[in-house]
């Protein structure tokens, strides 16, 4: 495809997410080439690398002042793409008779510490546990949600952590959802990993009318016949007959179905569950919850499989899109940067 039929593209599909009545025109030039950059293999994430593979125009200063004092809002712009993707995720979800799926996950742009006598160090930036790397590093920490049906994922919104702010992962989490203004024709599951499914977060879920699916820690406490006891510890009774086989696409796997109160829920499915070609030991054990008590055991463990979406965007939008690639320096920029990379993945989509 050549440049000009790309930049009619991006174009078009700017005028049907509304963007070139909410933006000036010089505004909407630069998005497009921008986003016509980050969508070019060989992009490495630099205003330099911006300005060279878009054929930008202007001199590569414009763009350091289009993404720190640029007057344009960005918010407004996530908010247009947010109103698009909901109503294609819903269309979809209703025509296909699927349910909404919404994950929710956090990943760290890692950047190098600067060294004391840096001048300008780029704001924000802390130390945080990366699970990848098994110890902790510096950068920014960001939280994501996800909206997807089983054939179709978009990422939706996302969040700076920052621990100075007073505010934690489970919060932005809440605040995100809270922006997921779904019709609900088809019902919504949360999908999320053992680090998410606190109380706060569950009742916040809830009480918006969307399930929740989550990985459980094994020392969660279930209460089977009114005694407390952990998951892990509860196992230990189970035997390969009490348990039934489910395949969920290639994998096979060992299930336990418990329902009842587990702590700071009164009423829940816990799935125990360990692969079929594995012993059914303790650190082989996966306990799934589901809010939904209606949904079978396939359903649930199917649904859960959906979060793997989540992890797929970040190690794509790091790799094509270098979310993490960024050296501008100002918190604001840095903001912007990410809703950039965020409609450009979309329109890839």
């Not at 918010?75 to 793409?81: I, N, Q, S, V």
């Not at 086989?245 to 290639?250: A, K, P």
């Amino acid at each position: 495809m050549n440049r000009l039929a790309h930049h009619q593209g991006i174009h078009k599909f700017f005028f049907t997410l509304g963007l070139t009545l909410q933006l000036s025109k010089p505004v909407i030039k630069h998005l497009i080439h921008i986003v016509d950059a980050l969508t070019t293999k060989g992009f490495s994430g630099t205003l330099t690398d911006i300005h060279y593979w878009s054929f930008h125009p202007n001199h590569r200063t414009t763009l350091r002042h289009f993404f720190t004092k640029s007057p344009w809002n960005e918010e407004r712009l996530l908010g247009k793409l947010q109103e698009w993707i909901l109503s294609q995720v819903e269309r979809l979800a209703k025509r296909k008779n699927q349910p909404l799926l919404v994950s929710i996950d956090d990943t760290i742009c890692q950047k190098t510490k600067p060294s004391s006598r840096a001048v300008h160090a780029i704001q924000g930036c802390d130390w945080h546990y990366s699970h990848k790397d098994h110890q902790s590093v510096w950068g920014h920490s960001l939280v994501w949600l996800m909206v997807h049906t089983f054939t179709q994922a978009f990422p939706f919104a996302f969040r700076l952590y920052d621990k100075k702010a007073g505010k934690s992962k489970i919060d932005l989490a809440i605040e995100m959802l809270s922006s997921l203004k779904v019709k609900r024709a088809q019902p919504v599951y949360v999908l999320m990993d053992s680090w998410y499914p606190s109380k706060k977060l569950i009742e916040a879920c809830l009480k918006q009318g969307f399930h929740v699916i989550a990985m459980l820690k094994t020392n969660r406490i279930l209460y089977p016949k009114g005694i407390a006891i952990q998951a892990k510890q509860f196992a230990r009774y189970i035997e390969s007959k009490d348990t039934r086989l489910v395949t969920v696409g290639q994998e096979r796997y060992r299930v336990y179905r418990y329902e009842g109160a587990i702590h700071g829920l009164d009423d829940a499915v816990v799935l125990l569950a360990w692969k079929a070609d594995q012993p059914m030991a303790p650190e082989h054990l996966h306990c799934i919850l589901s809010t939904d008590r209606e949904l079978g055991d396939e359903d649930i463990l199917r649904y859960y499989a959906q979060r793997w979406t989540i992890e797929c965007f970040f190690r794509q939008a790091k790799d094509q899109l270098k979310l993490d690639g960024y050296r501008v320096r100002h918190i604001r920029a840095v903001k912007r940067y990410w809703a950039v990379v965020l409609l450009s993945c979309v329109y890839s989509i």
